[in-house]
């Protein structure tokens, strides 16, 4: 592995890409370091339970430091997954998304403009919050229109700014932007939380068993998240001979992948929002507070402890059904199964032994809800281990074991190690990732001219 790191740094393009990124990610830390103005820093910390508690970690502790990011890219995040949701929804934008590369540009332009409105929308919300006294601590923002207005602008313009960085490392750089700037955004705390671990360890030897058993459990998430993030089933697909323009294709076979984990980390983030509203409703509601004569604010305290999936059984069994339900809704949208099988009888393809059509539509629809089966019970698993852990270790101060974070940091780091993977494959270098448990091979030189492009697309 570090071989091939190596070898990467070797090629003046590729090393230049990879010094980039690291350029942009020493900005997003000297930005996480630049606090906003007009925020009393020490009654903000007691705050962030709840739904904040959970973009504070997507931030790097941004909020925690109420830093000019602090909300992170999480607005892009919700644009991103409303405009996922209305492309499905809507026939109009279904359409566009299906015209190719210019159809997708469009979209990313709108979901962009999106993101502004809700960055604006999150940043009033902040200001809500902040300005107003919590049970036990003061507002850590003074109420007023000048306030309002400096935190709505100075934290719209850190979310913007950040997306702005994801675009210039997705073009500049290695990877997907976006994903980068969240990962980096997550890593960026961990070596704080090693540190406090490590003093937990030497002042308390009896912690020391938990201290390694957290570690392992953690060594075996990954080692999960890898396989299940990794894990397609292929489902044989066969072209017949076709002629497209003046040339005809012949016939070949492939394979349609299908993956475990097609829904991602959606689910885990719908879940854990529905499961920490109490905790944000009671963070902000004094315990007397009553609607109508009812004992809302008590509701809200007693709702907090009980629903935490790490406090009881079954709170945790509800957010395993949770993540469940949520994996198969986000698999649905991801893959139209009748639009696929519509395509492949469109172009002459056609799977061995299934009719094209509407019988096709049905045998990958049984697969996938097969498959898809296996990839959430693994998600509601991950997602209740973050909460269990603490719990079974006794161990609180690492927060990348299981959940969100962890399938994040992972899924990044492996599609990271492909795009450097394929950069690599250009120049006639080996790759990071082996195939098949034997040694990587060199890359096969791609065709440089007509006849051998034919032959290569063939298989002959």
């Known amino acids: 592995m570090l071989e091939k790191l190596a070898a990467a740094m070797r090629v003046p393009d590729i090393r230049g890409r990879i010094q980039f990124v690291a350029m942009i990610f020493a900005v997003y830390v000297l930005a996480l370091h630049v606090p906003a103005a007009g925020v009393d820093h020490a009654a903000v910390e007691g705050r962030l339970q709840g739904v904040l508690g959970m973009v504070d970690v997507f931030s790097g502790g941004a909020l925690k430091k109420f830093s000019v990011i602090a909300m992170g890219i999480m ?14 929804a809507i026939p109009q934008l279904q359409a ?12 990313a332009r709108w979901t962009r403009y999106a993101s502004i409105g809700f960055a604006v929308v999150q940043a009033f919300g902040v200001y809500q919050i902040f300005s107003r006294a919590a049970p036990g601590l003061p507002p850590a923002i003074q109420p007023g229109w000048a306030s309002m207005f400096t935190i709505m602008i100075t934290l719209t313009a850190g979310t913007m700014f950040l997306l702005w960085l994801g675009e210039q490392i997705t073009e500049k750089g290695i990877g997907n932007g976006v994903s980068l700037i969240i990962f980096v955004g997550i890593m960026v705390s961990i070596p704080t939380q090693i540190q406090m671990t490590a003093e937990l360890a030497r002042n308390d030897p009896g912690r ?12 075996a998430s990954i080692v999960g998240v890898i396989y299940m993030t990794q894990g397609v089933r292929k489902i044989p697909v066969h072209h017949m001979k076709r002629i497209v323009g003046n040339r005809m294709t012949q016939e070949s076979s492939s394979f349609l992948p299908l993956k475990v ?3 991602g980390v959606i689910p885990i983030i719908f879940a854990t929002s529905i499961v920490l509203l109490p905790a944000t409703i009671a963070t902000y509601v004094p315990p007397d507070y009553k609607i109508f004569g009812w004992h809302f604010g008590e509701w809200a305290i007693w709702a907090k402890d009980a629903l935490q999936p790490g406090n009881n059984i079954l709170a945790s069994l509800a957010y395993f059904i949770l993540v469940m339900f949520f994996t198969y809704f986000y698999t649905a949208i991801q893959y139209d199964t009748t639009d696929i099988a519509d395509n492949l009888k469109k172009y002459g393809s056609f799977i061995p032994g299934i009719k094209p059509g509407r019988p096709t539509a049905e045998y990958l629809d049984k697969v996938l809800t097969r498959i898809t089966f296996a990839g959430a019970l693994f998600l509601a698993a991950l997602a209740l281990v973050q909460y269990w852990a603490p719990v079974w270790t006794g161990i609180s101060t ?8 962890l399938l994040i940091v992972v899924g990044v780091a492996l599609e990271t190690m492909q795009a450097i993977e394929a950069q690599m494959a250009m120049r006639n270098y ?17 065709p440089t001219n007509r006849a051998e492009r034919r032959a290569a697309a063939t298989g002959r």
Request: net charge positive; aromatic share 4%.
């Open 75 to 88: 607005p892009y995040i919700n644009a991103s997954i409303i405009m996922q949701l209305l492309t499905v």
């Open 96 to 107: 566009k998304s299906k015209e190719g590369e210019s159809g997708r540009k469009e979209i």
């Open 208 to 219: 020391i068993p938990g201290v390694i058993a957290i570690v392992l459990l953690f060594l």
């Open 261 to 263: 984990n097609t829904a």
């Open 398 to 405: 690492i927060s990348l074991v299981g959940g969100t974070s």
């Open 430 to 446: 080996e790759g990071f990732i082996r195939t098949g448990g034997g040694p990587a091979t060199p890359a096969t030189p791609a």
